[in-house]
């Protein structure tokens, strides 16, 4: 029989993740977010908002995996509160609430749970004690999953790019570089691997596989800042002046390994900003 699937927060990511769940026959996925008439067309919608307990929506009499992959309206504390702690809070009540047990409960964290600002490498066991909100939030929001009654995992995303995510291009357009020194690495993600890394963890759980409670959801290569603009503007045939400080804000300067996702077995589509800008370039370019 097909699992039900509810994807709480169904944005970019969470519509990217509710068609490959489609795709496989296997599922049926409700989404929930505010503005249903954004969602793919196979979804079934659920309007309601995260912030508020009492407007959570209907929801399926049996849910067997959620996902809670909601952003924050814009920066600030009291955005990131109300995304990520007042709405998984709000989530994980109501499915205690109504008798729900689901098999397994997803978090779409962030790699700004780090602190770390040399470049050095992190991975799932490294220490985390963000100075940011941004980090200390999501680690908190982590923390209230973990200590639910349920199966949970999060992962760490790091930067998400993909169609319709235009801020490094636009820079480029712009002509603004960044200086190659002090170096500033970056950790990406392309839009589809995010979905396909938890669409992964779902089959891998309904086929009792072992799932771990946390992931770094970034590609093979993290990469300096410097490089990849550059590399954007060689594709763009554009002059970069490098007399521009790099974008703020920064999640810090360092390398995460993806090993552990690649371990379980995840393939990723996009293995490095190269492959995946490649594509967007190029779509870009044909519109």
């Known amino acids: 029989m097909n699992k039900n699937v509810l994807i709480a927060g169904c944005g970019d990511v969470g519509c990217e993740l509710a068609q490959q769940l489609l795709d496989t026959g296997n599922y049926f996925v409700w989404g929930l977010r505010r503005s249903i008439d954004r969602l793919p067309g196979r979804v079934h919608p659920v309007k309601g908002d995260l912030s508020n307990p009492e407007q959570l929506g209907e929801w399926p009499n049996k849910i067997d995996y959620v996902v809670y992959a909601a952003a924050a309206d814009g920066p600030g504390q009291d955005n990131y509160h109300k995304a990520y702690l007042r709405g998984l809070s709000n989530v994980l009540s109501r499915l205690q609430a109504d008798g729900h047990r689901p098999e397994r409960v997803l978090f779409t964290s962030s790699t700004s749970c780090y602190h ?8 799932e066991t490294s220490p985390t004690n963000p100075g940011r909100y941004s980090g200390k939030i999501m680690l908190e929001a982590e923390a209230i999953l973990i200590n639910s009654p349920f199966p949970a995992t999060a992962v760490r995303f790091g930067g998400i790019y993909g169609p319709g995510r235009h801020r490094m291009t636009n820079r ?4 603004e570089g960044c200086k190659a ?3 500033i690495y970056g950790n990406r993600i392309h839009r589809d691997d995010c979905a396909g890394i938890l669409a992964h963890l779902i089959q891998r759980d309904e086929q009792k596989l072992p799932v771990d409670s946390l992931y770094l959801g970034v590609d093979h290569e993290p990469a300096p800042l410097y490089e990849v603009l550059h590399w954007l503007a060689d594709q763009l045939d554009i002059v970069l002046d490098d007399n521009h400080p790099a974008p703020q804000p920064q999640r810090g300067s360092k390398r995460c390994s993806n090993q552990r996702i690649v371990d379980a077995g995840y393939t990723f589509r996009y ?9 967007l370039l190029s779509s870009m370019s044909s519109e």
């Open 116 to 123: 770390q600002n040399d470049g050095q490498w992190v991975d």
């Open 181 to 183: 020194e002090p170096v």
């Open 172 to 175: 480029v357009r712009a002509g």
């Open 271 to 279: 293995p490095n900003y190269k492959a995946g800008y490649s594509e």
